[in-house]
């Protein structure tokens, strides 16, 4: 049998290593907990390149209606009443009304409302031809 004092310094060596061993694995989790801590929270927050690109989409969107309105303004403005009406008579023919073709072409709405119904009854007068046809 072993000596008492040896027994209380195998016993208490074993403690201190026991010890030991708990602090170092409860450090190893508090820092393995925080990295997943700070993983969450960069993967909810958006990069900055990310944010300016959400904060961009509506701004584009916008600048591609006016940039559209702007090129029919234009093309309006120098084309002839011909081609004038073919642009109202097209615009007409996808559903927008006569106050929103004026806005576009840069036009009064009387103008535009007339040249609808222009526009509808050419359509109206083909469609009858091609039937009595």
């Known amino acids: 049998m072993l000596r008492p ?14 010890l030991t ?5 409860y450090c190893k989790l508090n820092r393995i907990t925080r990295q997943l801590v700070s993983l969450a929270s960069n993967r909810q927050q958006p990069s900055p390149q990310q944010a300016a690109d959400q904060a961009a989409k509506p701004f584009d969107a916008e600048l591609l209606g006016a940039n559209m309105k ?3 303004r234009e093309q309006a403005g ?13 615009l007409a023919s996808h559903g927008l009304e006569a106050h929103q073709i004026a806005e576009i072409l840069g036009i009064g709405r009387g103008e535009a409302e007339q040249l609808v119904k222009l526009a509808r009854l050419r359509s109206t007068k083909t469609v009858m031809t091609e039937a009595a046809a």
């Open 78 to 90: 120098t084309a002839g009443s011909a081609e004038r009406y073919r642009y109202i008579r097209s």
């Open 5 to 18: 004092e040896l027994t209380y310094y195998f016993l208490g060596s074993v403690t201190l290593a026991s």
């Open 21 to 25: 061993g708990f602090v170092l694995l």
């Open 70 to 72: 702007t090129l029919l």
